[in-house]
Structure formats: structure tokens, C-alpha cells
């Protein structure tokens, strides 16, 4: 199913939707779909130039907003401008993301776990007070890589990326998970929502960092993109938070990505390690 068939006959007219990494891929056709319903899509990306081109090729409304999550900085500079666009964001999909086959590092911290978990853990706290106005949806972008994160989970005693960088991208995707489920628990009673979504195996730019090829079955960003738009805007997900899903439906994942006392942790870590303070 594509994204345009999982929002068919919906009006989002009225809406504000902010989704990053607008400018290819999943992001771009999330972007696309979500404006040709009627909503208003912020769309941000690391650059002006891709920003806005990415958003004067679709049919709607869409801002774009500069973003490079591997700067707090910046973080903090997008969440502010965010902020003046739109009071209340009816969803906050963190879709943005990268993959890398060598070690990388950002302030001493594996990239990947920086641009693909922290990047948004702090984009979604400075802009949470909108989302829960506007009684709204994060959606977090997460992967069945999740499965395949390093032995014991997050790798709170090292997070440098030394021993288990050849897994961090799916350790950054079980950060991801592990970030929604805290993230549900601490909206519970604010008509807010948070899920998690696996797009599934899908034929994008992500992997142009390394060698790896896409299997003959990967999906199409339109295809990609189906969960993610119907996770954030659909009638059928009002209400329903802290859920993994993989094809509309309770997506398989590991015991770790279900384990709330290292979700909590996470929560606390990350919290300190944006402000500086790890």
C-alpha cells in the first residue's frame, strides 16, 4: 500500500505536521502526501537550498526550516523557528536519519546514535508543549534493525561507538524505539500519543554512505512512507500510544526494545548528554 492510498479521502485541512529529512526519500513522499490532504507540512532538511526545493516541488502548503541534528544548536534554532510558524503541531514525524559504515563522532558520541536518536530526542523536548496543545502524534521513525542492536541494548557505559559501531545504526534505532515507549508513558492522560514505525525495507538515499545494496524486494519511498502517514494522521491511530508498527499493525520487536526500565534510562542519559552534563 502507498502512502496516498493510506490517507485516501482524508482532509487535513486546518493541520500543522512538521516532518524532518523532507528533502528525499521517505521524508520527501511523508512531506508530499501529507500536503496534498491539506495539511500544512514543515519540512526541514540540513541545507536552505534542498529545504526549499524540496518543498516547492509539492503540491500544498510546506515550509521548509533548516535542521542538521547532529548540531544542538541547531536543534534549538529549528525547534525556535518552529515555534513561530505554528503554536500547535498536530504531528511530529522524526524521520530523518543516516547510515554510516565506518566510526564516526560527534562530541565523543557515535554519529549515528547523535543525528538518528538524540538529534530528535531533543527537537521533540523543546516543541512537546505544541504537540500536547494540539492533543497530537509523534511519530518516531524506528527499523526492524532494532533486533540486531548490540548484546544488553543501549551501551550506556560507552557510548563513544568503541567494540559495537558496526551496529550503530541499529542501536540507534532501538534508541529510537526505546524513546517512543518512554515518551508514550510520560504523555499518558494528555491526549497526546507517541508510536513507533518501521517503514520497512525501503529503496531510499540512506545508504549512500556505504556499500550495501537494496534486496530485489525494497519497497518505493511511496510505499516506505504508508506507516508514517497513516501513524500520524489517520482516524484509526486517535488515542492509541506506545505502539511499534510494521505495516499498520503491531510490528514484531525484540525484548529489549520493550524493556522500560532501560527506555527510562535512555530518557534521562539523552536528557543530560543534550544539555551537556554526561
Not at 529510537?176 to 491526549?191: A, D, K, P, Y
Not at 510505499?223 to 499498520?248: E, I, K, N, R
Amino acid at each position: 500500500m502507498s502512502a496516498e492510498q493510506a490517507t485516501a479521502g482524508l482532509d487535513l485541512r486546518g493541520r500543522t505536521i512538521l516532518v524532518t529529512g523532507c528533502n528525499s526519500g521517505i521524508g520527501l513522499e511523508t512531506m508530499r502526501v501529507l500536503a496534498l490532504r491539506g495539511a500544512h507540512v514543515i519540512g526541514t532538511a540540513r541545507s536552505p537550498e534542498k529545504g526549499r526545493a524540496a518543498c516547492a516541488g509539492v503540491r500544498g502548503q510546506a515550509t521548509p526550516v533548516v535542521l542538521d541534528l547532529a548540531d544542538f544548536d541547531s536543534v534549538r534554532a529549528c525547534a525556535a523557528q518552529v515555534r513561530r510558524l505554528a503554536p500547535r503541531l498536530d504531528a511530529l514525524v522524526c524521520n530523518a536519519g543516516i547510515v554510516l559504515d565506518d566510526w564516526e563522532r560527534v562530541g565523543g558520541l557515535e554519529k549515528q546514535f547523535v543525528v538518528n536518536h538524540l538529534g530528535h530526542f531533543l527537537l521533540v523536548e523543546q516543541l512537546l508543549d505544541t504537540v500536547v496543545a494540539a492533543r497530537g502524534r509523534v511519530v518516531v521513525v524506528g527499523s526492524g534493525s532494532h533486533r540486531t542492536a548490540p548484546p544488553g541494548g543501549i551501551q550506556f557505559d560507552r557510548l563513544s561507538g568503541e567494540g559495537w559501531y558496526p551496529r550503530g545504526y541499529s542501536h540507534s534505532k532501538l534508541a529510537n524505539g526505546l524513546f517512543s515507549l518512554e515518551l508514550s508513558r510520560r504523555l499518558r492522560g494528555s491526549g497526546a500519543t507517541s508510536n513507533c514505525v518501521s517503514p520497512g525495507h525501503t529503496r531510499t538515499a540512506i545508504l549512500r554512505n556505504v556499500d550495501e545494496g537494496y534486496r530485489d524486494d525494497a519497497r518505493t519511498p511511496a510505499q516506505g512512507a504508508a506507516t508514517p502517514c497513516y501513524a500520524a494522521v489517520h482516524p484509526a491511530m486517535a488515542g492509541v500510544s506506545g505502539q511499534y508498527l510494521a505495516d499498520f499493525r503491531a510490528g514484531e520487536q525484540s525484548a529489549l526494545q520493550r524493556d522500560a526500565a532501560m527506555a527510562a534510562r535512555l530518557w534521562q542519559v539523552s536528557s543530560d548528554l543534550v544539555r551537556g552534563k554526561a
